[in-house]
C-alpha cells in the first residue's frame, strides 16, 4: 500500500507541475465548468467564448482589484463525475474563489453539493434550468443566471392558452431533468388555465425510432405538440411528426428555438409560424455591447439565442463582486454578488464597465444590467428573467415579443 | 498554485481512484480469479451508488426513500441488492460459453441506466439523487473534510483488499483459479463449477457496489448520466488490465495510474487548439481505448503481473 | 518412409503409436520439430495446408471431414476450390466412382450415413484430381460391410493413378489393397515390408496385443 | 461380489457416429479392469459419460446400485470416481502445489465464509492437505517441482501430475486415461506398482485404458475390449491374446 | 398493425446487421462487440460521399420521384460499403489478427473489440462533431395504404433495398465459390484449411460482407431517422439479441431473430403498456424499448442453459 501511495503522490505532483502559468501574481482567476464534450458540447464551447469575451471586456475595463481576470477553462464532459473532478482541479489547483457553470442540471448540482458548497467557492451555473437548485442546501454558495423552468412553463402554457387559444395540447419532452420539469410545469400552468393536456410523453435520447412516442403524443388529436428537447433527437421527432401529419401546430422552448440549425436541418417550410420561447431580455445595452463585442473578438455573431449571454454576465457579476468585496474568496463574493447585481444603486450596463469599477471603489452601490435581463438575485441565488417569444417567419427565428 | 493546494486536489483525486479501485477489486475477483466476463460493471457500480443515495439520503417526497440511515447501513443495503441483480443475471449465463455473461451484462447494465432514468418514484429518475450526506461531515471543517473522507475510502480500500487477499489466497480461491484454469479439471475434481462462478460473480459484483456507494457519497448528488457505458464499465477494465489482471495490488495501482492519465490530460485541453479542444473529451476515450489494445498487445499481464 | 507414384502404402501399428501425428506433420498441420518432409524432392515441411493442397496432395482426417451443413456438390466444390478450371466432368468422374452420392448430390452432407459421409469426404480430397491421397482410418467407426466397400473404392481410386497413404486401424484389410506397409510403434517405424510379408509377419500381430 | 460399476445398454452418438452403442459392461470392485480396443472404439467416450461429461442419449450407469447417468461432474466425483484426462490438463498458471491441494474434497477453506470467520480451521486443514501433497509429490518425483507454475513441466511430468491428482482424491474408483503415454519405463513400472498397492491395500477399483500392452496384461484383471462402440469381449490377459475375435477387431482378420 | 410495420423495418435493418454479425462470429470464432460500429462508420461514411464528395463533384440534387433522396444515395451507399468494409478489414489485419495468431482466445478478442467500438465511436464524435446529421433536409410525408397501413416512401425503399441484399446475400453464400467457402470455413475451418481453401482470404471476404452489410444497414437507418454517434452502440443489444436467438452462424437464423427482435421492441412496448394499464400500475413502458430486446435474449439464453446439463 505504501508503494502504491507514494506513486499516487508522485503522479500528483506531475500533474500538477503541468499546469503551469496561470496563477502568476498580479492575475486573479476564475474557473469555468462548462461541457466541452459530451451531450451539452454544441453549448459548451460558445459557453466558454462567451466567458472570454466577458472576460476581455473586464481586463479592457481596468481587470479586478488593479489585477487581470484570467479565466481556467474545464470540460465538464456534460458527466458529473468529470465535471465535480473538473471542478476539484479549479478548487484545489487553480484556488478559483468563483466558478462558472456548469450548463446541465445534473453536473450543476454535482459540483455544488461536491465542490463548491464544501469549498466555500461560488458557484454561478449558467444553463441549469431545473428548479432542484433553487431548493438545494447551499449555504448560499450556488446561484444562477438563467431562470427556473418553473417559470417557462407558464410563458409557454399562457401562449399556447390565452394567446393562440388551444384548448388541447400533448408534449413530447427529453427525458432528463430539463425536459421533464419543463413538461410537469407546462402541464400544471396549462390546466390551470383551463386546457387540457391529453398525453406527456418523454423520450430517451438516441432510440432506433421515435414512431411510437409520436404515435402516442397524437391520440386524440391535440391542437398543439409541445416538443421540449434539444435539437439532437428533437429535429428527428421533429421531422417524423411532421411527416405523419397529426399535428397542426407545434412548440418548442428553449432547447431548440431560436437554434439556426433547427430551421436548416427539420425544413423551413415545414415550421413556418412554429412559437419557440427562450429566455431572454428586452433588448438591453448590454446585449447589444455584448454582441457588438462577440462580433469584434471572434468575427461573427453569438451563435446561440440563449445562455451565451447567461455565461457573459456570470463573469462580470463575479468580477463585481470581487471588486465591491476587496478581495477574492469564495465567501466574499458570495457576500458582494446580491449588492452589485441588484439594486439599490445605478444601473450600470458592459459598456460602461469601467465606470461601475469606479463607483465600486469609489463605495457606492450599482445595479448590474445584463445581457440576459436585469440579473437581480433573489433569496435562494435564482434570477427572474423575461422571456421572448420567437416565431419562425420565412424560414428566419423572429423575436416576437417579450414577456415577463 | 501551491503545494497545498495541489495536495487538496489530490485528496479529491485519490477519492475518486479510490472508488474506482473498490471497482476494479471487485472486477478482478471476476475476472483476474475467475475468468469471467462481465461487461457491466455500471450495473453493479450504479446499483451501490443509487442505493447508498436512497438509503442515507435526506427525506425526499419525490422518489423512494430518503431513509437518513447510518452509512454502513447503506453499504449493506448496497451490497444486498447487487448481489440479487448478479444472481439473477448469472443463472441464465454462467452455464453456457464466457461471452453470454459478457453480452448479457452489457445489457443489464443499459436496462439498470433504462431504470434509473425512466422511475422517477424509485431513485429520481432524470432528477437525480441529490442530499446524500457526507460521511463523518460533521467532524471536522470543510477544508479538511476532503482527507477525513480519503482516509475513510482508502481504509476501505485497504479492508476490501485484505479481504479479496485473503479469500482468494484461500482454498476457496484455488477453486476460482482452477476455473479460470480448465472449467473441465475442476468439475473432475468434484468442485460445482456452477456455484462457484455464481459466488465470485456475486462478491465481485458486491465490491463493485461497495464502490459504487463511496462515489456516491464523493459527488453527493447521483445522475444516470455517471453510469454510461464508458465511465462505468470501460475504464474500469482498462485500471484492471493496465494494473495486472489476478493480482490485488495491480488492481488498486491500476485505478490510480488510469485515473491519472483519465484526469492528467484533461490539463491539456487549454493548450490545444481551439477546435480540437471541444473535442478533447473524445480524443481522451479514444486514448483510453488505444491505450488498451496497446496493453492486450504487449503487456496482457499489466504493470504488476498477474498470479 | 516413402510412398512412389502410384502405389498403395499403409501405415499401421496400435493406438496411440503416432499414425494420425506423422499425417498431420506430414499435411502442415503440426510442425515437425526434427526432420524433413519431402514431396518430388521438394522439402515442403513447414508449408502450410493450403499451399500443400497445390502440390497435388490432398488429405482426408480421421474425424469431422466433411462439411456438414454443405450440399454434397458444394463439398465436392469446395474440393476444388483452387481449381480455375471447369472441374464439372470431373465430379462426373466422381459421382462414376461413388454412385450413391449422385442420388443425394443435394442434401445435406451432414444428413449422409457414416459410410456415405466417408465418401463424400473421399470425392472432396479426389477433386482436384491429386497424385497422392493421404487417408486416416478411412474405415473408423463404420459398419463391417461398409469397411469392406470404402476399401473396394479406395483400391478404385488407386487404379485410376493415384497414389495412397493410408492410416489404418484395419489393418489386414488395409494391408491387403496395399503394395507395401509401414508398422509404426512409438512413433517409430519398426516394419517395414510388402504388404504380403507384414501379413504373414507374426510379431506384427503380437506388437499389437503385446505377446 | 457386489457389482462396483454397471454399465447398461450405453448409447451415445456425435451427429452421423455412434461413438457408443448400446454398450453394457460392469466394473467388479477391487479390480484393475483394463480398457482396450482399437481407436475410435468408445473407450474414452465411455469415460466421458461415466464421469458426466456427456450425457448419454440411451443407457444407465449404475454405481453400487445408484443410477449416475444424469449427475454433473462433480456430483460423479463425490460418488467416489475420479479420473484423469488423456491429454493431460493441467491447471497452467498455477504451482504444482497448487494443482494438488485443489483436489480433495469437503475442504473448509472451499466454503465461501471460512476464509474470514473461520481462518484457524481453515489453516490447520491446508497443513493437512498440505503434508498429503508434499508426499504425493515426493511419490510421483515433483517435490523438486513444487513451486513451479505447471505449464511450466515436461509432458512425461503433465502425465504424472494428472496421476498425482487421484492419488489426493481419496476415491473408491479411479479411472485412468492412457496414464503411461510419454512416461519414462522407470516411472511406469513405479506407476505400476503403486495402482497394485492402492488396489491391494485400501481396495480401490480402477479402470484402465492403456495402449502399452505391457502394462495392460501385466496389472489388468480383467481386460474388456471395445470395439465399434460396443463390449467385444471380457476376459483375462491370456484369454483375450488368444482370442481370435479380438485380433480380428485389431488386425481387421 | 402499424407496429408490425415499423417492426419489420425495424428489423430489416436490424436483419443486415445480424447477417454479418453472424458471418463473423461463426468464421472467426468470437463475437465482434464492435459490430455496431460498422453500422456507425457505414452510416457516417455515406453522409460524407454524399454531402461532401458529390457535392465537389458537381454531382448532387436530384432526387427520385416520391423518395426523399436521388441516385446520389445509391452511389453514397456502395461507397459507404466500400469504405466501411475496407476499414474494418484492416482493422482486422492491424488488431483482431495478430491477437488471432499469438493464440489469444475469444474473449480476448471479444474485448479487443469491445474497446475498438469505443474508439471508433469517438472517432466519429472527434470528425463529425457530437450532433445529429441527416442526409437529406426533405420530410418524407406519411402515406395512407390498405389494412391501414401508414408509411413513407423511404420506408418502402428501406424494406425493399433489405429485402434485395439478403437475396443477393444469400445467392452469393450458395452460388459462388467464395460464399460455399465462407460457409464451408463457418462450418468446419480445419478441414477448410486442408481443402486448400484460403482462409485468410475467406476472413477478409467474411469482414468486407459483414460489414458491407452493416454498413447499408447503418445508412438505411440514417434515411429512416438520423445519424449520430451512439447508434452503433444502442444497435449493439438487438444485433447480439438476433444473432443468439437464432443460433450462431445460421444464416435463416439470424434473419428470423432479427424480425423477431425488431417486431417485439415495436409490438411489446405498447402490449406491456396495455397490460399494466389494464392492472392499474403506473409504469411508462415507452422507456423500455432497448431492454424489449435484452429481455428476449436473455429468455432465449435461459432455455439454453437448460438444454445444456
Redesign the interface.
Known amino acids: 500500500m505504501r508503494k502504491l501511495f507514494s506513486a499516487s503522490l508522485v503522479l500528483a505532483l506531475i500533474i500538477g507541475l503541468s499546469v503551469v502559468g496561470f496563477s502568476a501574481e498580479d492575475t486573479i482567476s476564475i474557473g469555468t465548468i462548462l461541457p466541452r464534450t459530451g451531450a451539452l458540447a454544441a453549448w459548451g464551447q460558445f459557453e466558454g467564448q462567451a466567458t472570454d469575451l466577458a472576460a476581455h471586456q473586464v481586463n479592457e475595463a481596468g481587470g479586478v482589484l488593479g489585477k487581470k481576470l484570467v479565466l481556467v477553462h474545464r470540460d465538464t464532459k456534460t458527466n458529473p463525475t468529470s465535471g465535480v473532478d473538473a471542478a476539484n482541479k479549479l478548487v484545489n489547483v487553480n484556488e478559483v474563489p468563483v466558478m462558472v457553470g456548469a450548463n446541465s442540471s445534473g453536473v450543476s448540482l454535482a459540483v455544488a453539493r461536491a465542490v463548491a458548497v464544501p469549498n466555500e467557492v461560488v458557484q454561478i451555473a449558467v444553463a441549469s434550468t431545473s428548479p432542484k437548485l433553487t431548493t438545494l442546501e447551499d449555504n448560499d454558495y450556488l446561484f444562477r443566471t438563467c431562470p427556473s423552468d418553473a417559470l417557462q412553463g407558464i410563458v409557454l402554457a399562457r401562449l399556447a392558452y390565452n394567446d393562440e387559444g388551444y384548448e388541447t395540447a400533448s408534449t413530447i419532452y427529453v427525458n432528463n431533468a430539463y425536459g421533464q420539469g419543463l413538461s410537469d410545469n407546462f402541464e400544471k400552468a396549462f390546466e390551470e388555465r383551463g386546457g387540457e393536456v391529453l398525453a406527456t410523453v418523454p423520450y430517451n435520447k438516441g432510440k432506433a425510432s421515435y414512431d411510437a412516442e409520436i404515435r402516442k403524443a397524437a391520440e386524440g388529436d391535440p391542437e398543439v405538440l409541445m416538443l421540449l428537447g434539444y435539437p439532437e433527437n428533437g429535429n428527428t421527432i421533429l421531422r417524423k411528426a411532421i411527416g405523419t401529419g397529426a399535428f397542426e401546430n407545434y412548440m418548442v422552448a428553449d432547447g431548440m428555438a431560436g437554434i439556426p440549425g433547427v430551421i436548416e436541418k427539420v425544413g423551413a417550410q415545414y415550421l413556418e409560424g412554429t412559437y419557440g420561447t427562450v429566455a431572454q431580455s428586452p433588448e438591453t445595452k448590454s446585449l447589444e455591447y455584448y454582441k457588438k463585442g462577440h462580433e469584434e473578438l471572434f468575427g461573427f455573431p453569438p451563435q446561440r439565442p440563449a445562455f451565451l449571454q447567461n455565461a457573459y454576465d456570470a463573469v462580470i457579476l463575479a468580477a463585481l463582486a470581487m471588486e465591491r468585496a476587496g478581495e477574492a474568496t469564495g465567501p466574499a463574493v458570495k457576500e458582494n454578488l446580491r449588492a452589485v447585481a441588484g439594486p439599490p444603486g445605478e444601473e450600470i450596463d458592459t459598456s460602461e464597465l469601467e465606470r461601475g469599477f469606479e463607483l465600486i471603489k469609489e463605495g457606492k452601490e450599482i445595479d448590474y444590467v445584463g445581457a440576459a435581463g436585469q440579473m437581480d438575485f433573489d433569496e435562494n441565488g435564482d434570477v427572474v428573467s423575461p422571456f421572448g417569444i420567437l416565431q419562425v417567419k420565412d424560414g428566419e427565428w423572429k423575436q416576437i415579443k417579450v414577456v415577463d | 498554485m501551491n503545494v497545498s493546494g495541489l495536495l487538496g486536489y489530490f485528496a479529491t483525486f485519490a477519492i475518486a481512484a479510490g472508488a474506482y479501485s473498490i471497482a476494479s477489486l471487485g472486477l478482478n475477483v471476476q475476472f483476474g480469479y475467475t475468468g469471467l466476463y462481465n461487461f457491466g460493471i455500471a450495473a453493479f457500480f450504479a446499483t451501490g451508488a443509487y442505493v447508498e443515495g436512497i438509503i442515507t439520503g435526506g427525506p425526499s417526497m419525490e422518489h423512494l426513500g430518503g431513509f437518513d440511515l447510518p452509512v454502513l447501513v447503506g453499504v449493506i443495503a448496497a451490497m444486498v441488492v447487487s448481489a440479487i441483480l448478479a444472481y439473477i443475471i448469472g443463472i441464465p449465463t454462467l452455464r453456457l460459453k464466457g461471452e453470454f455473461l459478457g453480452i448479457s451484462s452489457l445489457g443489464i447494465a443499459e436496462t439498470i441506466r433504462l431504470i434509473i432514468t425512466n422511475e422517477k418514484w424509485l431513485a429520481g429518475g432524470v432528477w437525480g439523487l441529490g442530499d446524500i450526506p457526507r460521511p463523518l461531515g460533521n467532524l471536522v471543517g470543510p477544508k479538511t473534510y476532503n482527507w477525513v473522507y480519503l482516509g475513510l475510502v482508502l481504509a476501505v480500500v485497504g479492508i476490501i483488499y485484505f479481504l479479496v487477499q485473503k479469500i482468494v489466497k484461500s482454498p476457496w480461491g484455488r477453486v476460482l483459479k482452477a476455473i479460470r484454469e480448465d472449467e473441465g479439471v475442476a468439475a473432475a475434481m468434484g468442485k460445482n463449477v456452477y456455484k462457484y462462478k455464481m459466488q465470485s460473480l456475486i462478491l465481485g459484483s458486491v465490491i463493485m457496489a461497495v464502490g459504487g456507494a463511496f462515489y456516491a457519497h464523493y459527488v453527493g448528488y447521483l445522475s444516470p448520466e455517471s453510469f454510461r457505458p464508458l465511465m462505468g464499465t470501460f475504464i474500469i477494465w482498462a485500471m484492471l488490465m493496465a494494473g495486472g489482471k489476478g493480482n490485488n495490488k495491480g488492481a488498486i495501482l491500476g485505478a490510480f495510474v488510469v485515473w491519472g492519465v483519465w484526469t492528467f490530460t484533461e490539463f491539456f485541453v487549454n493548450y490545444l487548439p481551439s477546435g480540437l479542444a471541444s473535442r478533447a473529451g473524445y480524443i481522451n476515450a479514444i486514448f483510453i481505448a488505444i491505450l488498451f489494445q496497446v496493453l492486450i498487445r504487449i503487456r496482457p499481464q499489466g504493470i504488476l503481473g498477474g498470479e | 518412409m516413402e510412398v512412389r507414384e502410384e502405389e498403395v502404402v499403409s501405415i499401421i501399428g496400435p493406438n496411440g503409436s503416432g499414425k494420425s501425428t506423422l499425417m498431420k506433420t506430414i499435411f502442415g498441420l503440426l510442425k515437425p520439430m526434427e526432420g524433413k518432409v519431402c514431396w518430388n524432392e521438394e522439402d515442403i515441411s513447414g508449408l502450410k495446408p493450403n499451399q500443400i493442397v497445390r502440390k497435388q496432395m490432398s488429405y482426408v482426417p480421421q474425424t469431422s471431414n466433411i462439411f456438414q451443413s454443405l450440399t454434397v456438390t458444394e463439398n465436392l466444390n469446395m474440393g476444388a476450390f483452387i481449381r480455375e478450371d471447369d472441374y464439372s466432368d470431373r465430379i462426373r468422374e466422381i459421382f462414376e466412382i461413388f454412385p450413391q452420392l449422385e442420388e443425394y448430390r443435394n442434401q445435406y452432407a451432414g444428413k449422409l450415413s457414416g459410410g456415405e459421409q466417408q465418401m463424400v469426404a473421399m470425392g472432396r480430397a479426389l477433386m482436384l484430381e491429386p497424385t497422392i491421397l493421404l487417408l486416416d482410418e478411412p474405415s473408423a467407426g463404420l459398419a463391417p460391410n461398409l469397411v469392406d466397400m470404402i476399401l473396394e473404392r479406395v483400391e478404385e481410386i488407386n487404379r485410376t493413378g493415384v497414389a495412397l497413404l493410408i492410416v489404418e486401424q484395419n489393418a489386414k484389410d488395409a494391408l491387403e489393397i496395399s503394395d507395401r506397409g509401414y508398422v509404426l510403434a512409438m512413433g517409430r517405424k519398426e516394419y517395414e515390408d510388402t504388404a504380403q510379408g507384414l501379413l504373414d509377419n507374426e510379431e506384427v500381430g503380437e506388437l499389437y496385443l503385446g505377446g | 461380489m457386489a457389482s462396483s460399476l454397471k454399465v447398461e445398454g450405453l448409447t451415445k452418438c456425435f451427429g452421423g457416429l455412434v461413438a457408443l452403442d448400446n454398450c453394457s459392461m460392469a466394473v467388479q470392485e477391487g479390480t484393475i479392469t483394463g480398457l482396450i480396443g482399437p481407436n475410435g472404439a468408445g473407450k474414452t467416450t465411455l469415460f466421458n459419460v461415466i464421469t458426466g461429461f456427456y450425457t448419454p442419449e440411451k443407457g444407465r450407469i449404475l454405481y453400487n446400485g445408484e443410477a449416475i447417468e444424469a449427475l454433473p461432474p462433480h456430483e460423479v466425483f463425490r460418488k467416489g470416481i475420479v479420473r484423469t484426462f488423456q491429454v493431460s490438463r493441467e491447471l497452467k498458471n498455477m504451482t504444482v502445489f497448487e494443482n494438488l491441494k485443489l483436489v480433495p474434497e469437503a475442504q473448509p477453506g472451499e466454503a465461501f465464509w471460512n476464509a474470514w470467520f473461520r481462518p484457524i480451521t481453515v489453516k490447520d486443514h491446508e497443513e493437512k492437505i498440505g503434508r498429503r501433497a508434499e508426499e504425493v509429490m515426493d511419490y510421483i518425483d515433483l517435490a523438486r517441482l513444487k513451486d513451479e507454475k505447471a505449464r511450466n513441466l515436461s509432458g512425461g511430468q503433465k502425465k504424472l501430475l494428472e496421476l498425482g491428482r487421484t492419488m489426493m482424491a481419496d476415491p473408491e474408483l479411479i479411472l485412468l486415461d492412457e496414464p503411461g503415454a510419454g512416461i519414462n519405463p522407470t516411472l511406469m513400472k513405479k506407476l505400476s506398482n503403486y495402482i497394485m498397492n492402492l488396489k491391494e491395500e485400501q481396495g480401490i477399483t480402477f479402470m484402465l485404458i492403456e495402449h502399452d500392452m505391457d502394462l495392460v496384461m501385466k496389472l489388468c484383471d480383467p481386460i474388456v475390449v471395445l470395439s465399434n462402440g460396443k463390449k467385444l469381449m471380457e476376459g483375462t490377459a491370456a484369454e483375450v491374446q488368444k482370442d481370435e475375435e479380438v485380433l480380428d477387431a485389431y488386425l481387421g482378420r | 398493425m402499424?407496429?408490425v410495420v415499423?417492426g419489420l423495418?425495424?428489423g430489416s435493418?436490424i436483419a443486415l446487421g445480424a447477417i454479418g454479425l453472424s458471418l463473423t462470429t461463426a468464421i472467426l470464432n468470437?463475437?465482434n462487440?464492435a459490430h455496431g460500429a460498422s453500422l456507425l462508420l457505414g452510416a457516417y461514411m455515406g453522409y460524407t460521399v454524399l454531402s461532401e464528395f458529390l457535392p465537389r463533384l458537381g454531382l448532387s440534387g436530384s432526387t427520385f420521384p416520391y423518395l426523399s433522396f436521388g441516385w446520389q444515395m445509391i452511389i453514397a451507399i456502395l461507397g459507404s460499403m466500400g469504405l466501411t468494409a475496407v476499414i474494418m478489414i484492416a482493422i482486422d489485419r492491424f488488431?483482431y489478427k495478430?491477437?488471432r495468431d499469438r493464440g489469444?482466445g475469444?474473449?480476448?478478442l471479444?474485448?479487443?473489440s469491445?474497446?475498438?467500438a469505443?474508439?471508433l465511436?469517438?472517432?466519429v464524435?472527434?470528425i463529425w462533431?457530437?450532433?445529429?446529421h441527416?442526409y437529406s433536409?426533405?420530410?418524407?410525408?406519411?402515406q395512407e395504404f390498405p389494412l391501414g397501413i401508414?408509411m413513407?416512401p423511404d420506408q418502402i425503399f428501406i424494406i425493399g433495398l433489405a429485402i434485395l441484399l439478403v437475396i443477393l446475400t444469400q445467392l452469393f453464400l450458395k452460388r459462388t465459390?467464395m460464399g460455399?467457402?465462407m460457409?464451408?470455413a463457418?462450418?468446419?475451418i480445419?478441414?477448410?484449411?486442408?481443402?486448400?481453401?484460403?482462409?485468410e482470404k475467406v476472413v477478409i471476404w467474411t469482414w468486407g460482407i459483414g460489414t458491407a452489410l452493416a454498413a447499408v444497414a447503418g445508412v438505411l437507418?440514417g434515411i429512416?431517422?438520423?445519424l449520430?454517434p451512439?447508434?452503433g452502440?444502442?444497435?449493439?443489444?438487438?444485433l447480439?439479441a438476433a444473432v443468439?436467438i437464432g443460433g450462431e452462424g445460421n444464416f435463416y437464423g439470424a434473419l428470423a431473430g432479427a424480425m423477431t427482435v425488431g417486431i417485439a421492441?415495436?409490438v411489446g412496448?405498447?402490449l406491456l403498456q396495455n397490460m399494466f394499464d389494464s392492472i392499474n400500475i403506473q409504469v411508462?413502458m415507452?422507456?423500455?424499448?432497448?431492454?424489449i430486446?435484452?429481455v428476449l435474449?436473455?429468455i432465449v439464453?435461459?432455455v439454453?442453459?437448460y438444454g445444456?446439463?
Not at chain 5, 452502440?233 to 438487438?238: A, S, T, V
Open positions: 402499424n407496429f415499423n423495418i425495424l435493418i468470437f463475437y462487440f488488431v495478430p491477437l489469444s475469444p474473449l480476448i471479444g474485448m479487443s469491445l474497446f475498438m469505443l474508439m465511436r469517438n472517432l464524435r472527434t462533431g457530437p450532433s445529429v441527416y433536409n426533405e420530410i418524407q410525408m406519411v401508414r413513407t465459390k460455399q467457402a460457409r464451408a463457418s462450418d468446419n480445419d478441414l477448410a484449411m486442408i481443402t486448400g481453401i484460403d482462409t437507418y429512416n431517422v438520423q449520430r451512439m447508434m452502440w444502442y444497435f449493439l443489444l438487438p447480439f443468439i421492441q415495436e412496448t405498447p411508462s415507452t422507456g423500455y424499448k432497448p431492454a430486446a435484452f435474449m436473455v439464453l435461459l439454453r442453459s445444456e446439463e
